[in-house]
Every structure is written in structure tokens, then in C-alpha cells.
């Protein structure tokens, strides 16, 4: 397969994995399978999308660092716009929730605070949905990637609205902040750690730490519950998985992913060097 065609596959198959969790919403929506509460379902699974498609498309540069797996990169930006889109549809149900009543909408979002990072969050991914395209970059020049930049504080405040909307419940949140940590982290690492081995298990240890503490901090700090006690969580193997412990597996999962590709990669090498010499006759 060429590479074009390498390319023109992953952007299909990408494209039909976007559109998936909103047909098959839109599919059980219709046929009454989310009674009694339609639009919270939706609402809070056009959210879940969102967030996930955000953290997916901050994934895709250490993916094709990693994986040397240039394709990918044609999909991020695919990927960021179908972030906004999902969190553009989870605020036009919010707005149906409120009976379309604008006045109530704009008073909710002045009032709650976890309601004003939302939105701060979907302007600026819907303005960095806008200005994705290729016109925009080029009319933009220098300041596209500046202008771009605004990714990071946009996932950031959408996973701390994703936190206080869970109140207590704030295992899914806790998890994916502590993959944002990881994307976070492996971009501060020097350019040599970033694609070995040993700065991928130092990344290991270190988002997973780091979601020890977020979840202890966030029990103490907004909850008031002894943060001992969402510490020493993460060591009884009667609750586990606690997001820590997830968020390990995932980091392993990297490393082990990682290993197999450069194995396969090796091993292709050393095929085609054999091939070549079994088919080439030697002068
Ligand atoms: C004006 C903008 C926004 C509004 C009005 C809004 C509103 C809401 C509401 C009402 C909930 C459910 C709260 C509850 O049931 O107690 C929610 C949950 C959520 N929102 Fe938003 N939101 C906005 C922006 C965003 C953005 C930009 C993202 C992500 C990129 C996002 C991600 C989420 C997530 C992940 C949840 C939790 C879903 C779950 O618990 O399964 N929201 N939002």
C-alpha cells in the first residue's frame, strides 16, 4: 500500500469513528432508549465525546513521535474539529434542556462557575475549529501556532468543568486529567527523553502520581474529606481500580505498544535486507 493510500484509509476510518458515538446517540435517542432522561443522557454523553476526542487529538503528536508513524498527523486536526463539534452539540441540548430560553441560558452560565469555564472552553475550541483550515493558516501565518496554542488551557478548563460538574464521583475526570498530564509532561521532556524508554517510564510514574495527588487534593479541597483517605485508596486492591492505577496501565500499555512497533519495524528491516539479497544475484 502506498502512502497515499495509507492516508486516505486512516482519514476514513477516523471520520467513521468520529461520527459513530453520534449515530448510534442519535439512533437510541429516537428509539426511546435513553427514557426517562434523554437530555441529560445526551448531554453528558456529548460531553464525555468531547473530552475524549480533545485528549485524542492532543495524543496524535507523541503517537507519531513514538509509533515514527507519519500518517497520523493527517487526523489530528480532524479529530480537534469533531472536539468542538461534540461540544458544540452538548451545548445546543443544554439550550433545549432550558426550553431555549436564552435569558435563563446566559444567567446560568454567569452564575455557576463550572458552567462559565464551559463555555470559555467551547469559544475557544470553536474558534480554533474555525481557524483549523489551511486558508487560516496561511492568513494567519506566525500567529496560527500562537493562536493555537490556546488547546492547552482550553482541555485544561474543560477537564476541570468535567471534575466540579462529577461533585463526588470524580473517578472518570481524575482519570483523564491524569492522561492530560502524561500529554503535558511528554511535551516539557528534553527532545532525547521523549522517544526512549527511559522517559517514557519516568512519564509512567509521574502522571500516575500526579493522579494520586490531584484526587487526594480534590477530596480535601472541595469535598473536605481527609485526603489520607483517597491516598491510601490507591493501595487497598479492594477498591482498585482506583485513576491512578488506571492511568498506570495506560502508560505501561504506551511502553508496550511501543516496544512492539519498533520490534515489527526492526523485523520488517531485516526481511527486506534478506529478501533483497536472496532475490538480487551478487555480482
Ligand atoms: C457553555 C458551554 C457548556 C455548558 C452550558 C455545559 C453544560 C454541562 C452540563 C449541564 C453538564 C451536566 C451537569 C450535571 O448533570 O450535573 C455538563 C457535563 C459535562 N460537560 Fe459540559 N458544558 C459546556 C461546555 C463543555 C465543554 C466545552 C466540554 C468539553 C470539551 C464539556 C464537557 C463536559 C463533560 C465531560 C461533562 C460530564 C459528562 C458526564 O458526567 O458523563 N462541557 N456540561
New binding site residues.
Given amino acids: 500500500m502506498t502512502v497515499q493510500q495509507k492516508i486516505f484509509w486512516l482519514r476514513l476510518a477516523t471520520l467513521i469513528g468520529l461520527c459513530l458515538p453520534a449515530l448510534e446517540l442519535a439512533w437510541r435517542w429516537y428509539n426511546g432508549d435513553l427514557e426517562p432522561r434523554p437530555v ?1 443522557l445526551a ?3 456529548t ?2 465525546w ?2 475524549i476526542f ?1 485528549v485524542l487529538s492532543l495524543a496524535m503528536t507523541p503517537a507519531r513521535a513514538l509509533f515514527d508513524w507519519m500518517p497520523l498527523i493527517h487526523v489530528r486536526r480532524r479529530i480537534g474539529v469533531a ?1 468542538a463539534l461534540y ?1 458544540g452539540a ?2 445546543l441540548i ?1 439550550v433545549l ?1 432550558q426550553k431555549w430560553n436564552l435569558i435563563v ?1 446566559a444567567t ?2 454567569i452564575r455557576r462557575f463550572y ?1 462559565t469555564i ?2 470559555v ?2 469559544i475557544s ?1 470553536t474558534l480554533l475549529a474555525i481557524t483549523s483550515t489551511n486558508g487560516w493558516q496561511r492568513r494567519l501565518k506566525r500567529n496560527w501556532k500562537r493562536l493555537h496554542w490556546l488547546i492547552y488551557p482550553a482541555a485544561f478548563i ?1 477537564i476541570i ?2 471534575f466540579i ?2 461533585k463526588v464521583r470524580i473517578s ?1 475526570p481524575a482519570f483523564t486529567a491524569g492522561l492530560f498530564t502524561w500529554l503535558m509532561l511528554w511535551r516539557a521532556l528534553p527532545a532525547r527523553l521523549q522517544k526512549n524508554y527511559a522517559g517514557l517510564a519516568l512519564l509512567a510514574v509521574a502522571a500516575t502520581f500526579s493522579t494520586v495527588i490531584f484526587e487526594a487534593l480534590w477530596y480535601w479541597l472541595v469535598n473536605g474529606r481527609d485526603p489520607m483517605l483517597a491516598l491510601e485508596a490507591n493501595i487497598d486492591l479492594d477498591l482498585a481500580p482506583r485513576p491512578a492505577h488506571k492511568v498506570l496501565i495506560a502508560s505501561l500499555l504506551v511502553i508496550l505498544a511501543v516496544a512492539i512497533r519498533r520490534l515489527t519495524l526492526a523485523a520488517n528491516k531485516v526481511w527486506t535486507k534478506r529478501y533483497v539479497q536472496s532475490t538480487i544475484p551478487a555480482p
Fill in positions: 441529560t448531554t453528558h454523553a460531553g464525555d468531547a473530552v480533545l472536539a461540544a452538548h451545548f443544554y434542556d441560558v446560568e452560565i458552567l464551559g463555555f472552553a467551547l475550541l474543560a468543568h468535567f460538574q462529577s472518570e
